[in-house]
């Protein structure tokens, strides 16, 4: 099924359910979807943005809320962390499950095997091929200094 589906039936299920994060959060995605839509439609992509489009913006809806956390825990203010939190797990049921470090750095040696990989000149090179195999799985910035790591040393 497609993500925008899914998307889609998780806010009337949340509705009917009278679930009201979910159905805030899920109301917050599609309204991003649609924007992203109306950006891709001069590109000539009149149907909207792909799956690995929406898991894109799903993984940076997710680190915005995080980078909030962080903020909202330096003013002192539960009540917005909660609700932060919150919204990552309603967004997060939309994403395929994270890899852990070891899958991340096993799928970075792969990568830099497969792609020669020698010095940081590379670095590009590598985490565009991470980003066309595993977009949604794994988060990009721990993988970019892993990545740096491996090619620095």
């Given at each position: 099924m497609p993500?925008?589906?899914?998307?889609?039936?998780?806010m009337?299920?949340a509705?009917?359910a009278?679930?009201?994060?979910?159905?805030?959060?899920t109301?917050?995605?599609?309204?991003?979807?649609?924007?992203l839509d109306?950006?891709a439609?001069?590109?000539g992509?009149?149907?909207?943005i792909g799956?690995?489009?929406?898991?894109?913006?799903l993984?940076?809806m997710i680190k915005?809320?995080r980078?909030?956390?962080?903020l909202?825990?330096?003013?002192?203010?539960?009540?917005l962390v909660q609700?932060?939190?919150e919204?990552?797990?309603?967004?997060?049921?939309f994403?395929?499950?994270q890899?852990?470090?070891?899958?991340?750095?096993?799928?970075?040696?792969?990568?830099?095997?497969?792609?020669?990989?020698?010095?940081?000149?590379d670095?590009?090179k590598?985490?565009?091929?991470?980003?066309?195999?595993?977009t949604?799985?794994?988060?990009?910035?721990k993988?970019?200094?892993?990545v740096k790591g491996?090619?620095?040393g």
């Open positions: 993500l925008r589906t899914q998307i889609t039936d998780a009337k299920n509705l009917r009278k679930d009201e994060r979910t159905l805030a959060t109301r917050m995605i599609i309204a991003k979807m649609r924007d109306i950006a439609r001069p590109k992509n009149a149907e909207g799956d690995d489009e929406i898991m894109a913006m993984q940076g915005q809320r980078e909030s956390i962080a909202y825990e330096k003013g002192n203010r539960a009540d609700q932060e939190s919204e990552i797990a309603v967004i997060e049921r994403l395929p499950q890899m852990d470090e070891a899958a991340i750095s096993a799928a970075i040696d792969k990568i830099i095997a497969a792609t020669a990989a020698s010095s940081i000149k670095m590009g590598v985490m565009g091929e991470l980003k066309k195999a595993y949604g799985q794994m988060d990009f910035a993988a970019g200094a892993l491996r090619l620095a």
